[in-house]
Every structure is written in structure tokens, then in C-alpha cells.
């Protein structure tokens, strides 16, 4: 996802939005509704036609998400395309589940990383099997888990997420690849 909107507007709209402009969050929401939606269609584009949850409800319930939160601070454009990415995957897995939960399917299907980070869109029930080995992987080494999710999620750049999490360039390259290898290890493994 490239970032979206005027980088000097929305970083201008973030620093009102800390100091409790009222009007700060609906101007923001215009100025990055096209690159939110157009990364929810992303995620929906292989799902049916009739499906429950559509782009706009996605991108909705997303920035309310994040935008409930008491203490606003994002930390510049960067930080808050990472949190949208991290939101946007609560709402997916939280649909996720709860369609898994009213289906009662027997088994999971293996998920092969590189298939599913190459998808137009992965199905949701792939995204369950996904999310169960980023909680892991959050327990063993949470900047790679949180890598994945700015850069899968977010479709923030391996630049763009060193920017975010502070660390070098060669550090994100080292940690992605890192973070790839394991999740496919974990997602290899057999399930009840």
C-alpha cells in the first residue's frame, strides 16, 4: 500500500487529532478513505459476491477501531498506517472467527506463506491459520510479528516499516526473511 494523501496534510491532521480537534478525525478519514478501501478490496477480492463483510464495512470498523482508543498518539504517518494495518487484521480475523464459529468446520487446511502472501486476497479461514502463527510468533519475537503485519497487513514497505519500528533498513530485510521462514515452518506443521 503506498501511503496515501499529502504527507505534510496528514501529518498536519495527526497533530491535531493529539491536541483534540474535533473536526481532525473526519478530515483524516477523507483523506485516506481511498487507500483504506482500496487495500479492504484487496483483502475481499476473492471472497463471494454475497459475502457478509464488504470493503466498506471493513475500512468502517477498522478506523473506528482505531480511533476508539483513549490516548490518540500516533507518531507520524508511518505509525498510523501501522496501526490501520494491525486494526484491519483484528476485524478480518474477528470476522474470520466468527464465521468458523457458526460453520463448525472439522479441519484447517494447510496454508502455505508464500501462496498466501502472493493472493489477490486470502480467504478467511486462511487468515485464522495465519493469525494462530503470528500469536506465536508475537510470544517468541513480537517486532517480527508486528514486521508482518505493517508490511502484509499494512502493505507498508520494508522501508517504511524500519522507519516505524526504528530500526535499520538491513535489520527489516534480516527480520522479514526471518519471519517468512518460521511462519511457513509453523503453518507446515499438522493440525487436530
Known amino acids: 500500500m503506498a501511503i496515501a494523501g499529502s504527507a505534510g ?28 478501501h482500496a ?25 473506528l477501531r482505531m480511533m476508539q482508543n483513549q490516548v490518540i498518539d500516533f507518531q507520524s504517518r508511518a505509525h498510523f498506517f501501522a496501526t490501520a494495518s494491525i486494526a484491519m487484521r483484528r476485524v478480518l480475523v474477528d470476522h474470520a472467527r466468527s464465521r468458523a464459529a457458526a460453520k463448525r468446520p472439522g479441519g484447517k487446511a494447510r496454508v502455505d506463506f508464500n501462496d498466501f502472501m502472493a493472493a489477490d486476497s486470502p480467504r478467511l479461514d486462511q487468515m485464522l491459520i495465519l493469525d494462530e502463527a503470528l500469536t506465536r510468533l508475537s510470544e517468541m519475537d513480537p517486532r517480527q510479528a508486528r514486521l508482518v503485519e505493517m508490511i502484509y497487513f499494512g502493505g507498508l514497505s520494508q522501508e517504511e516499516a524500519a522507519t516505524v519500528l526504528g530500526i535499520s533498513a538491513r535489520t527489516v530485510k534480516r527480520d522479514w526473511s526471518s519471519a517468512r521462514a518460521w511462519l511457513q515452518t509453523e503453518l507446515d506443521r499438522p493440525r487436530p
Open 9 to 36: 496534510e496528514i501529518t498536519r491532521l495527526l497533530g491535531a487529532l493529539k491536541r483534540g480537534d474535533a473536526n481532525a478525525q473526519s478530515r483524516l478519514m477523507n483523506l485516506v478513505y481511498s487507500e483504506f
Open 39 to 63: 487495500r479492504a478490496a484487496h483483502y475481499m477480492r476473492s471472497e463471494r459476491p454475497d459475502h457478509s463483510l464488504q470493503p466498506t464495512e471493513l475500512v468502517n470498523e477498522a478506523y
